[in-house]
């Protein structure tokens, strides 16, 4: 069966400090994978998706960067927090074709400080 | 600009009762549907997808589609107060990988 995970949990960064958060999927191939960042009482919102190694699609201009360096791993950084950046970041996967929804991850709550 | 949109509640109703989540959408090229669970604090489940018109049912929960009407609705039968979270609503078009999600609708199911 599929599995995904997410880490840490939880993060508390000063302002101006680096970020790395990192997702991997076991138990399938060539997935898409997604980071999705849900602000308090806000809705879910895409920041970056990827069909494949190498191939990163930002949804929104901001602090943030994604890498896909192996099919199965998806890494979330940025070089500078704001303290908008924080947030519950969430990894996800699909099939290629997303039919059958998303997978989530467990998240990561950051809070930038 | 594609929209979901779910009342956000909350909703709330006696346990036992039958809850009744509703989303509308713009998108009339919409065909995929999806509804997922959240608990305060945890990530999205997945609970229901359904494609077609007409009624889905998985257990306590039936999915309905109208697309003419362009609306899907999530009923949950003899609710529990573990149902108690807050459920989102995603759509997505066709060809499309990628879901527009509502904000979703908070529901609270009292003893």
């Known amino acids: 069966s599929q599995t995904i995970h997410q880490w840490p949990a939880t993060l508390v960064q000063p302002v101006g400090s680096p970020l790395s958060l990192e997702c991997t999927v076991e138990?399938?191939?060539?997935?898409?994978l997604y980071w999705y960042r849900q602000a308090a009482g806000r809705g879910l919102q895409l920041l970056f998706y990827s069909v494949g190694i190498g191939q990163i699609s930002s949804e929104v201009p901001q602090n943030l960067s994604a890498s896909r360096p192996q099919d199965r791993q998806f890494i979330l950084s940025s070089k500078k927090l704001l303290l908008s950046d924080s947030g519950f970041y969430l990894c996800?996967?699909?099939?290629?074709?997303?039919?059958?929804?998303?997978?989530f991850g467990s998240g990561t709550r950051l809070t930038v400080v | 600009q594609k929209e979901v949109e779910q009342n956000s509640g909350p909703l709330s109703v006696p346990e036992g009762a039958i809850a009744s989540l509703n989303c509308t959408y713009s998108?009339?090229?919409?065909?995929?549907f999806f509804w997922y669970r959240q608990y305060s604090g945890k990530s999205p489940e997945l609970i229901m997808f359904?494609?077609?018109?007409g009624d889905k049912e998985d257990g306590r929960f039936t999915a309905q589609l109208n697309k003419a009407s362009q609306y899907v609705s999530l009923l949950i039968r003899d609710s529990q107060p573990s149902d108690s979270a807050t459920y989102l609503c995603?759509?997505?078009?066709?060809?499309?990988?990628?879901?527009?999600f509502g904000r979703g609708t908070s529901l609270i199911v009292h003893p």
């Open positions: 998108d009339r090229g919409s065909q995929s």
């Open positions: 138990g399938t191939s060539n997935p898409n």
């Open positions: 359904i494609y077609s018109n």
């Open positions: 996800a996967w699909s099939t290629p074709g997303g039919t059958y929804g998303y997978t």
């Open positions: 995603a759509v997505a078009s066709g060809g499309s990988y990628i879901p527009t």
